[in-house]
């Protein structure tokens, strides 16, 4: 499958449009735990709609692509895998509340790779 350019300017519009009031409220995993639905999501910048199911597993949709995965909490830790994005890999980290948000499992430089709304 090929690669996906990251559109970066909708992550930084994304997160211009965050209100400093909620910034790092952490979701502790009893929350992550009932993490079970349709969201939209970007993904290293990246647009899509991701269902989240209660057996663990993902679906995305994004343009007119699909990618799919697994998802588990660990402690207060959210790892997510996906068959292309993450090239099967997971990527593990905390989530924290921004807004309307959820936000995390930023990278080594302290970039969110994942946000999530309802």
Same mark, same amino acid.
């Given at each position: 499958?090929?690669?996906?350019?990251?559109?970066?300017?909708?992550?930084?519009?994304?997160?211009?449009?965050?209100?400093?009031?909620?910034? =790092?409220?952490?979701?502790?995993? #009893?929350?992550?735990?009932?993490? %079970? /639905?349709?969201?939209?999501?970007?993904?290293?910048? @990246?647009?899509?709609?991701?269902?989240?199911?209660?057996?663990?597993?993902?679906?995305?949709?994004?343009?007119?692509?699909?990618?799919?995965?697994?998802?588990?909490?660990? =402690?207060?830790?959210?790892?997510? #895998?996906?068959?292309?994005?993450? %090239? /099967?890999?997971?990527?593990?980290?905390?989530?924290? @509340?921004?807004?309307?948000?959820?936000?995390?499992?930023?990278?080594?430089?302290?970039?969110?790779?994942?946000?999530?709304?309802?």
């Amino acid at each position: 499958m090929r690669r996906l350019s990251i559109p970066v300017l909708s992550a930084l519009l994304v997160a211009a449009s965050v209100p400093a009031a909620d910034a =790092g409220r952490r979701v502790p995993g #009893s929350e992550l735990r009932k993490l %079970h /639905g349709v969201y939209t999501a970007y993904w290293k910048g @990246r647009k899509a709609k991701v269902q989240i199911f209660g057996n663990g597993t993902l679906r995305a949709q994004y343009t007119n692509k699909i990618d799919v995965g697994r998802w588990k909490v660990k =402690g207060d830790v959210l790892c997510v #895998s996906f068959r292309v994005w993450t %090239h /099967g890999k997971p990527k593990c980290g905390t989530v924290e @509340r921004e807004g309307g948000w959820l936000v995390g499992l930023r990278n080594s430089k302290g970039i969110p790779r994942l946000k999530l709304r309802r």
